[in-house]
């Protein structure tokens, strides 16, 4: 590469559309895949990117990663995977908020290499929010560490996030402008960032450990501790409902045998009783009249020791490990609610044993707010009335349907597409399976990840339909609109010019490493304003000719400048970190006070690991 690089009219088109990339990026006037949509019509308008291939992003190996990884996590979530995760992870914290912070953070950066960051963040809030219910550990505490394990963890592979996805495309695309001679580039196999990976999430761990944790907790103790929208915690606090759910096995000596269930929760100290095991029956909101027998398991919910002492005195054996309804109380398939009253229901003057809500609907009223008065004690023979507040405990497939009848309204968020915990074990082999036939490296990333996706759609994980509703088409067209203006920034010579003008403005005899951590900064503060995909696909390019310029290792920079693409752990410009400023209250101080000193250890971790990694090929 010469730095004296004529400008020609071709790079100064492709550098106007990277320009305008940027701004519009910046100040939001366009939406982003818009934006990559505009770009790429303009590359084949304008004879930069052949009409031929103009579109052969949409079904490069980049897009049908990702659109693989995200059906996969779709099928992990509909078994309630990461829900029982939570109830591991508590038993495990055993209650010391620092076990539990590390278990919690090093679990959600492993799962973080094989599924793309937003859709891990997506499933682990839900997490985070039961484990802070639970714990008392409040979501500033926990949010940021765990975000920062799932941005570091992503390194642990090619598929863990966008930029190293799109990395194995721009190397082989590098290859076509190359100078002669120059040994051809490789794409990297599916574990290759692995030790940068595993580097950085012991970095984040330590990090938190030592200074990190220390500063949220002065953030936390200078303001309102907020932990919003946590079922467990604003039941307890707003209706008294709280504890947890245990197994009851009922014995012969037992005086609840013969009685109904009705007769049961009426007993004195009796927790509430939410589901029925007898014989082969199984349900959750048993009706009144339903009997109790020996060996009958009962699924309730109290705080442990009135749980205990109802056990004692009734001569029931407690656990709880849900060993026979475990599938039933998985929160992703059932759980508490709230449900208004509209003034035109045919609930109104009725109560819940005249409409037999638990033996029509399969739905367990807890209880009543009426005019701000909790009303809990023989909550289902209480007429109701336009207004009130009701609480519900049931199956999320009957709620949805029973609401249907618009007698009542239900105003919590709750999973609405059906959930299927009894395919756990499946979709965990399926999973199991496609890592490992990733490990033997035999099958290109995107076909080893499609085989995955293709075996949870016949084991009837997924339905087609929700395998094309989890796919965010807007990264999708993001990724594949700008995939483009990376081509035609190497094609063109537009990355050389660039390459060759900033080696002229740096010392002479600058080593290759000091010139890798100027990208990598360089390559952060662009994600900051173009996203990690935009900022990959303008910088690998730039990279690759700065390697070629000062006889650096050109996968190495590239690698490097990959890895720095997702270095943004400051600003709500991370799609991740967007997901949580609101859920913890984080203020843009409050990220830049935590997240920039973990950014630049990011930086010099994914520099020296790099170098030692590619030392032995030089």
Do not use: C
Request: hydrophobic share 50%.
């Amino acid at each position: 590469m010469e730095p004296g690089l004529t400008l020609t009219n071709d790079m100064r088109l492709v550098l106007g559309l990277v320009g305008f990339t940027m701004a519009m990026f910046l100040f939001e006037r366009i939406r982003a895949d818009l934006v990559a949509l505009v770009v790429l019509v303009v590359l084949g308008i304008t004879g930069l990117i052949a009409p031929e291939e103009i579109f052969s992003g949409f079904s490069g190996n980049a897009v049908m990663s990702i659109t693989a990884t995200m059906i996969l996590g779709a099928g992990l979530d509909r078994t309630g995977a990461l829900n029982r995760l939570a109830g591991w992870l508590l038993r495990r914290g055993h209650g010391k908020e620092q076990r539990l912070l590390v278990l919690t953070t090093l679990t959600a950066g492993l799962n973080s290499a094989f599924m793309q960051n937003p859709s891990v963040m997506a499933l682990y809030l839900p997490v985070a929010a039961r484990l802070s219910g639970r714990s008392g550990l409040s979501m500033k505490r926990l949010l940021l560490p765990l975000t920062a394990a799932i941005v570091m963890g992503a390194a642990l592979t090619m598929v863990g996030n966008s930029p190293l996805i799109l990395l194995n495309d721009l190397l082989i695309s590098a290859n076509n402008n190359l100078p002669s001679g120059t040994a051809t580039l490789e794409q990297l196999p599916m574990f290759a960032p692995a030790p940068v990976g595993v580097v950085l999430l012991a970095a984040s761990l330590l990090y938190f450990h030592f200074y990190g944790n220390r500063k949220l907790a002065e953030m936390e103790d200078g303001g309102e501790n907020v932990t919003p929208a946590r079922t467990e915690s604003y039941f307890a606090r707003t209706y008294g409902i709280e504890g947890d759910v245990f197994e009851l096995v009922v014995s012969a000596e037992s005086p609840l045998v013969g009685m109904s269930v009705a007769e049961a929760e009426s007993m004195h100290d009796a927790p509430l009783l939410l589901a029925l095991k007898s014989g082969n029956d199984t349900r959750l909101a048993p009706s009144a009249d339903m009997r109790i027998w020996v060996g009958s398991v009962l699924g309730v919910m109290g705080p442990r020791q009135q749980v205990a002492d109802f056990a004692q005195n009734h001569f029931m054996r407690m656990s709880s490990r849900l060993r026979n309804l475990g599938d039933l109380f998985n929160p992703a398939r059932a759980g508490i609610s709230e449900a208004v009253v509209p003034p035109t229901s045919r609930f109104i003057g009725k109560s819940a044993r005249e409409l037999r809500l638990r033996h029509q609907a399969g739905i367990s009223l807890l209880a009543i707010n009426r005019d701000k008065q909790v009303i809990r004690d023989d909550v289902r023979s209480v007429p109701l009335r336009a207004g009130d507040m009701l609480v519900f405990h049931s199956i999320w497939q009957d709620l949805a349907a029973a609401a249907e009848s618009r007698d009542f309204a239900v105003v919590t968020d709750y999973p609405k597409g059906e959930q299927r915990p009894h395919k756990f074990k499946i979709a965990m082999a399926i999973f199991a399976a496609t890592i490992a036939i990733a490990l033997t490296g035999k099958l290109p990333v995107a076909l080893t990840l499609m085989t995955g996706v293709a075996g949870m759609l016949l084991a009837g994980v997924l339905k087609m339909d929700e395998a094309y509703a989890a796919i965010n088409w807007k990264t999708v067209f993001l990724t594949a609109g700008l995939i483009p203006l990376g081509w035609a920034m190497d094609s063109s010579g537009a990355a050389a010019w660039v390459a060759g003008h900033t080696l002229d403005r740096l010392p002479a005899g600058t080593p290759p490493w000091a010139l890798q951590i100027v990208v990598a900064l360089l390559t952060t503060a662009f994600s900051l304003v173009i996203s990690h995909v935009g900022a990959t696909i303008v910088m690998v390019p730039i990279a690759i000719n700065l390697a070629l310029a000062v006889g650096g290792d050109p996968t190495a920079f590239a690698l490097i400048t990959a890895l720095s693409a997702s270095n943004n752990l400051m600003t709500a410009s991370n799609p991740v970190m967007s997901m949580i400023t609101g859920p913890a209250d984080y203020s843009a101080r409050d990220l830049w006070r935590v997240g920039a000193p973990l950014s630049l250890i990011y930086t010099v971790v994914a520099v020296v690991v790099v170098n030692l990694m590619f030392w032995g090929g030089r």
